[in-house]
T-cell receptor, first 113, second 117 residues
Framework: QQQVKQSPQSLIVQKGGISIINCAYENTAFDYFPWYQQFPGKGPALLIAIRPDVSEKKEGRFTISFNKSAKQFSLHIMDSQPGDSATYFCAAPATSGTYKYIFGTGTRLKVLA | GAVVSQHPSWVICKSGTSVKIECRSLDFQATTMFWYRQFPKQSLMLMATSNEGSKATYEQGVEKDKFLINHASLTLSTLTVTSAHPEDSSFYIC?????????????FGEGSRLTVL
């Protein structure tokens, strides 16, 4: 099965700092790259997503950077806050144009107050 | 955004019993729903794709006779864990996509935590 590799596994950031999470994919047919945020005991919620026809997308403090040639995309959280402490998952469709997603292994982010 | 509701949110059962988990799209219709399983501190693993009015499609390694999926309407899919055993204890999450323009977004339920004693 095609994979989505995510790093780091865990991340500790001071309040106000920048959190960066990276993902690498294999299937060049992937055409939609979402990031999900999950709090303990809850289902994942869509945070931000990008399509490969753009290299960057910004929504508030959250930015996705996309490098098509390297088959990598990353999530940047600016001015990180304690409320951002959660697990973040990148994902990509297993097959182009479908909603059958493959999820990355997850990154547990802790933002210190 | 659209709302997906799961019930129950948590359930404890004895080994050998069957447990049913419901997934409902509250304010939209969903021809396709997905069931995931998540163990503590691990990622979401897709179990099966639930299609309204037809048989579910299971991922490799998922026992279809153990995890029965029914998608009887455009707003309801159910997952039944049959003859549950302690190793089936996990967090089960469903997701659905909204009919209409292709936004790419999946809406997830809040999850159902199953504990088998």
């Amino acid at each position: 099965q095609q994979q989505v590799k995510q790093s780091p596994q865990s991340l500790i950031v001071q309040k106000g700092g920048i959190s960066i999470i990276n993902c690498a994919y294999e299937n060049t047919a992937f055409d939609y790259f979402p990031w999900y945020q999950q709090f303990p005991g809850k289902g994942p919620a869509l945070l931000i997503a990008i399509r490969p026809d753009v290299s960057e997308k910004k929504e508030g403090r959250f930015t996705i950077s996309f490098n098509k040639s390297a088959k990598q995309f990353s999530l940047h959280i600016m001015d990180s806050q304690p409320g951002d402490s959660a697990t973040y998952f990148c994902a990509a469709p297993a097959t182009s144009g479908t909603y059958k997603y493959i999820f990355g292994t997850g990154t547990r982010l802790k933002v210190l107050a | 955004g659209a709302v997906v509701s799961q019930h129950p949110s948590w359930v404890i059962c004895k080994s050998g019993t069957s447990v049913k988990i419901e997934c409902r799209s509250l304010d939209f219709q969903a021809t396709t729903m997905f069931w995931y399983r998540q163990f503590p501190k691990q990622s979401l693993m897709l179990m099966a794709t639930s299609n309204e009015g037809s048989k579910a499609t299971y991922e490799q390694g998922v026992e279809k006779d153990k995890f029965l999926i029914n998608h009887a309407s455009l707003t309801l899919s159910t997952l039944t864990v049959t003859s549950a055993h302690p190793e089936d204890s996990s967090f089960y999450i469903c997701s659905a996509r909204q009919l209409g323009p292709n936004t790419g977004e999946l809406f997830f339920g809040e999850g159902s935590r199953l504990t088998v004693l």
